[in-house]
């Protein structure tokens, strides 16, 4: 199951634009590039020598940026924190032109950051900064006032819950009587913890190892992996089911019953650095296809091709059109 150059750029056109409301945890991931030559005398572990530093969004920014970068239009909600990486994040932000009149402040906890050290271009580190639990109820409030203006413009809604603290059963309450009031598919990028915050979801993205997790069952062979989709479908009342496989690619469940085993999408990435935010460019791929409208077999197929991008740069990443319509070139001349 492949889409075609042409297809892609019919699609990718479709969705220049769209609005897609955004839901979920911010975070702010940090990269410390460096050398390794020599390993210290004070413990088994290597030196690095910082040559450059960066930092990008991470979390549900992070999708927030990759809707940016593929042409839609991100209606961001989350808390924010009144310290210094929160000043860098909204920052980021800002510098991408995606607004943040939908953050609302927290300040019973610092931002959340993620930094990695990598080495020789291998990540040899990662250093976890971050308070979790549920957010205070003035934020959750202010999180459902902004979710209800959101979805008076979008025509999707994407959950990426990193159980920090945001998904609660207060917003998921909200957030379903919302969309079904409004026709609105709200898509979620899921943590096995929250499995039943998730009960009636139109469209679910968890890995293997997530799904397995959701489901109480295997998932290694096609014939695992079928069967706990399904069982996760039924349990959870699911309409479909995107579930990416890393270097197996992606399958895809539906709940009509013409289609009982799922679609198998072959992976497209042709080289691997870094996995980093991939669940993160699926979700937005998948989820600015899906508001046009467009078939999920389409809107599977476009996301994993830029997966595919993606795992080939270095860190958190997003894809551009430009970016994947030459994949799909460079597919076409070999």
Request: with cysteine; aromatic share 4%; glycine share 10%.
């Amino acid at each position: 199951m492949r889409m075609n150059q042409a297809q892609a750029e019919g699609l990718l056109e479709r969705m220049r634009g769209q609005r897609v409301a955004v839901l979920g945890d911010l975070m702010l991931d940090e990269y410390l590039f460096g050398e390794v030559s020599r390993i210290s005398p004070e413990a088994p572990v290597p030196v690095v020598r910082v040559t450059r530093e960066h930092a990008v969004l991470g979390g549900a920014a992070n999708v927030a940026a990759n809707l940016k970068s593929i042409g839609a239009e991100p209606l961001l909600m989350g808390p924010r924190q009144q310290d210094s990486a929160g000043a860098r994040l909204q920052g980021l932000l800002q510098g991408l032109g995606i607004g943040t009149a939908g953050l609302v402040l927290d300040s019973s906890r610092p931002t959340i950051i993620k930094t990695r050290v990598i080495g020789q271009q291998q990540q040899m580190l990662r250093i976890d900064r971050e308070e979790t639990g549920c957010c205070p109820p003035a934020a959750v409030a202010a999180l459902c006032a902004h979710l209800g203006d959101a979805l008076e413009q979008a025509s999707a809604l994407i959950i990426s819950d990193y159980a920090k603290g945001v998904v609660g059963p207060e917003l998921m309450e909200r957030v379903r009587e919302l969309c079904r009031v409004r026709g609105i598919p709200w898509i979620v990028d899921p943590k096995p913890a929250h499995a039943a915050l998730y009960r009636g979801a139109p469209l679910m993205t968890p890995n293997t190892k997530e799904l397995a997790e959701l489901s109480g069952l295997p998932a290694r062979s096609d014939e695992e992996m079928a069967a706990a989709g399904h069982g996760l479908m039924q349990a959870l009342e699911l309409q479909g089911l995107l579930v990416t496989r890393s270097e197996r690619g992606m399958a895809l469940f539906a709940s009509d019953v013409k289609h009982r085993a799922p679609w198998l999408i072959p992976t497209e990435a042709q080289e691997v650095f870094d996995v980093s935010g991939a669940g993160d460019t699926v979700i937005a791929v998948f989820s600015a296809a899906i508001a046009t409208g467009a078939d999920w077999q389409a809107a599977a197929m476009l996301a994993n091709a830029a997966a595919g991008v993606v795992v080939g740069k270095i860190g958190t990443a997003t894809a551009t059109p430009a970016e994947l319509l030459r994949h799909y070139q460079d597919q076409h001349s070999d």
